[in-house]
C-alpha cells in the first residue's frame, strides 16, 4: 500500500487549497473501514493532527481549523481529501495523510504548504 499526496503549493493568506491523498494498492473494503486522517508539522514543531474521518464516520477538527478545513473521501477512488479555505500563515507546514485500518497504520510522503502573509 502506498499513499499518494498532492495538491500542496504557495498560496496568500486567505486563498484555498485541496490536497489528495490517493491509497494506491488498498483494498476498497479496508479503505471504506479505515480512520483517515491529515496531520501536518510545521518546521520545529511536532505533528499534530488536522482532521479525522473515523470509522464510526464521526469527523474531527482541531479546533484552530474548523469552519476552515473541510476532510472527506471518495471510496470509489480510494481518496481522501482536505479542503483549505481562509488559509493562514499558521498554516505553514508539510501536510501527511494517514490511514489506519485497524491492523497498519500507512503514512503518505508529505506535501508543503507555503502561506505566506
Known amino acids: 500500500v502506498q499513499l499518494q499526496a498532492s495538491g500542496g503549493g504557495s498560496v496568500q493568506a486567505g486563498g484555498s487549497l485541496k490536497l489528495s491523498c490517493k491509497a494506491s494498492?488498498?483494498?476498497?473494503?479496508?479503505?471504506?473501514?479505515?480512520?483517515l486522517g491529515w496531520y501536518r508539522q510545521a518546521p520545529g514543531k511536532q505533528r499534530e493532527l488536522v482532521a479525522e474521518?473515523?470509522?464510526?464516520?464521526?469527523?474531527n477538527y482541531q479546533n484552530s481549523v474548523k469552519g476552515r478545513f473541510t476532510i472527506s473521501k471518495d471510496n470509489s477512488r480510494k481518496t481522501v481529501y482536505l479542503q483549505m479555505n481562509s488559509l493562514e500563515p499558521e498554516d505553514t507546514a508539510v501536510y501527511y495523510c494517514?490511514?489506519?485500518?485497524?491492523?497498519?497504520?500507512?503514512w503518505g510522503q508529505g506535501t508543503q504548504v507555503t502561506v505566506s502573509s
Open positions: 494498492g488498498m483494498i476498497w473494503s479496508v479503505f471504506t473501514a479505515s480512520r
Open positions: 474521518l473515523t470509522v464510526s464516520g464521526s469527523i
Open positions: 494517514n490511514i489506519e485500518d485497524g491492523s497498519r497504520d500507512y
